[in-house]
C-alpha cells in the first residue's frame, strides 16, 4: 500500500487522528532506565505496545536518537512497529532539505535504512530537494508549512512578491496540493498553535494529509484543531489527520507504570479528538 492508503486504514481501523511522537530523552526515563541510553529502544518499544491501537501513526524524531549514538536502536524501533503494530505507518521527523546527489542519499536513509513510510522536508531550498524523496513512490513526504514554534512567523507569514501575493506558508500549501505532488503522497506541517492558518492550509489543499504537532505541551487546542482540519465528502472519503503528541503522552508517568500512564493519555487524547470531529466518524 502507498502511505496514505496506510494512513486512511489506520485512521478508520482505530479511529484515531491521534500520533505518539517518540522524542525519547534519557534524562526524563523513568526509575530504574533514567539516564540509560542503551534502554532508549526499550522505552520507547514499551510505549508503542501500550498505545498502537489508539494511533493513527508513530513519529519517532532522529535527533533525539541520532545525539546518543542510538541510530541503531531508531532502525530496531522501526523495524519493531512494523512488526508488532502492522499497519500502523511511520513518519520519520527528519526535516531535510538539501539538493540534488545529497538529496537522494537523504532518502535512501529514510527510506532504505530505517524503512520509514514517511518523512518531513524543509521546501525552503526548491522542489529540486524533494523530488528525490517522490521518487520511491508508495513513501510518503511532510513539507514544513506553518510551524507550530513562534519564529515560524518570520519567514512563513511574509508574502511572496509573484501573483496574488500569498504568504509563502500560502504558497507552499499550494504547492503541495498541485504541481509538486507528483506521487500523490505529499503533505503538510502545520502547528495546532495557528488554528487560523491551519484552516487556511486546510482551504488550499483540501485533499492533502496534514501533521499537525502542538497539542499537549505546546498548547495547542485539541477541538479548535480538528474543526479547522478536518475535511470528509458525503461518500465517506476524508483528508488525512495526523494530530501528533509527544512529551505529553511519553512522560505522562514516572516510575515504572509508564507505559500504562502513556496509554490513558493517548486515550484521553484519541477521544478528545474524535469528540470534535464532525460526525459521523469514520
Request: aromatic residues 8%.
Given at each position: 500500500?502507498?502511505?496514505?492508503?496506510?494512513?486512511?486504514?489506520?485512521?478508520?481501523?482505530n479511529?484515531?487522528?491521534?500520533?505518539?511522537?517518540?522524542?525519547?530523552?534519557?534524562?526524563?526515563?523513568?526509575?530504574?532506565?533514567?539516564?540509560?541510553?542503551?534502554?532508549?529502544?526499550?522505552?520507547?518499544?514499551?510505549?508503542?505496545?501500550?498505545?498502537?491501537?489508539?494511533?493513527?501513526?508513530?513519529?519517532?524524531?532522529?535527533?533525539?536518537?541520532?545525539?546518543?549514538?542510538?541510530?541503531p536502536?531508531?532502525?530496531?524501533?522501526?523495524?519493531?512497529?512494523?512488526?508488532?503494530?502492522?499497519?500502523?505507518?511511520?513518519?520519520?521527523?527528519?526535516?531535510r532539505?538539501?539538493?540534488?546527489?545529497?538529496?537522494?542519499?537523504?532518502?535512501?536513509?529514510?527510506?532504505?535504512?530505517?524503512?520509514?513510510?514517511a518523512?518531513?522536508?524543509?521546501?525552503?531550498?526548491?522542489?529540486?530537494?524533494?523530488?528525490?524523496?517522490?521518487?520511491?513512490?508508495?513513501?510518503?513526504?511532510?513539507?514544513?508549512?506553518?510551524?507550530?514554534?513562534?519564529?515560524?512567523?518570520?519567514?512563513?507569514n511574509?508574502?511572496?512578491?509573484?501573483?496574488?501575493?500569498?504568504?509563502?506558508?500560502?504558497?507552499?500549501?499550494?504547492?503541495?496540493?498541485?504541481?509538486?505532488?507528483?506521487?500523490?503522497?505529499?503533505?503538510?506541517?502545520?502547528?495546532?498553535?495557528?488554528?487560523?492558518?491551519?484552516?487556511?492550509?486546510?482551504?488550499?489543499?483540501?485533499?492533502?494529509?496534514?501533521?499537525?504537532?502542538g497539542?499537549?505541551?505546546?498548547?495547542?487546542?485539541?477541538?479548535?484543531?480538528?474543526?479547522?482540519?478536518?475535511?470528509?465528502?458525503?461518500?465517506?472519503?476524508?483528508?488525512?489527520?495526523?494530530?501528533?503528541?509527544?512529551?505529553?503522552?511519553?512522560?505522562?508517568?514516572?516510575?515504572?507504570?509508564?507505559?500504562?500512564?502513556?496509554?490513558?493519555?493517548?486515550?484521553?487524547?484519541?477521544?478528545?479528538?474524535?469528540?470534535?470531529?464532525?460526525?459521523?466518524?469514520?
Open positions: 500500500m502507498t502511505f496514505i492508503e496506510q494512513l486512511t486504514r489506520a485512521t478508520r481501523q479511529n484515531s487522528l491521534l500520533c505518539v511522537g517518540l522524542d525519547p530523552d534519557p534524562a526524563r526515563f523513568p526509575e530504574p532506565i533514567q539516564n540509560q541510553t542503551d534502554r532508549i529502544f526499550d522505552f520507547c518499544a514499551a510505549i508503542v505496545d501500550a498505545t498502537a491501537d489508539l494511533v493513527n501513526a508513530f513519529k519517532p524524531q532522529i535527533a533525539y536518537f541520532a545525539a546518543r549514538r542510538a541510530e536502536q531508531l532502525e530496531q524501533l522501526i523495524e519493531y512497529i512494523h512488526r508488532n503494530a502492522p499497519g500502523v505507518p511511520v513518519i520519520l521527523d527528519a526535516k532539505g538539501d539538493i540534488g546527489s545529497t538529496a537522494e542519499q537523504y532518502a535512501i536513509e529514510a527510506f532504505e535504512r530505517y524503512g520509514a513510510d518523512v518531513t522536508l524543509s521546501p525552503f531550498m526548491g522542489f529540486d530537494t524533494i523530488e528525490p524523496y517522490l521518487r520511491h513512490h508508495e513513501k510518503g513526504a511532510f513539507l514544513l508549512c506553518r510551524t507550530s514554534n513562534t519564529g515560524g512567523s518570520e519567514l512563513q511574509q508574502h511572496l512578491e509573484i501573483e496574488g501575493k500569498p504568504r509563502v506558508y500560502e504558497h507552499i500549501a499550494k504547492q503541495a496540493q498541485g504541481a509538486w505532488n507528483i506521487n500523490g503522497q505529499l503533505g503538510l506541517v502545520v502547528g495546532a498553535t495557528y488554528p487560523d492558518e491551519l484552516a487556511r492550509v486546510r482551504e488550499l489543499a483540501p485533499t492533502a494529509p496534514l501533521l499537525i504537532p497539542i499537549g505541551a505546546q498548547g495547542g487546542d485539541a477541538h479548535a484543531t480538528v474543526q479547522a482540519a478536518w475535511k470528509s465528502w458525503s461518500d465517506g472519503r476524508f483528508s488525512p489527520v495526523v494530530i501528533s503528541s509527544s512529551r505529553a503522552i511519553l512522560y505522562a508517568g514516572k516510575d515504572a507504570k509508564f507505559a500504562q500512564a502513556a496509554r490513558q493519555q493517548a486515550q484521553q487524547l484519541r477521544d478528545e479528538l474524535n469528540h470534535a470531529r464532525p460526525q459521523p466518524q469514520v
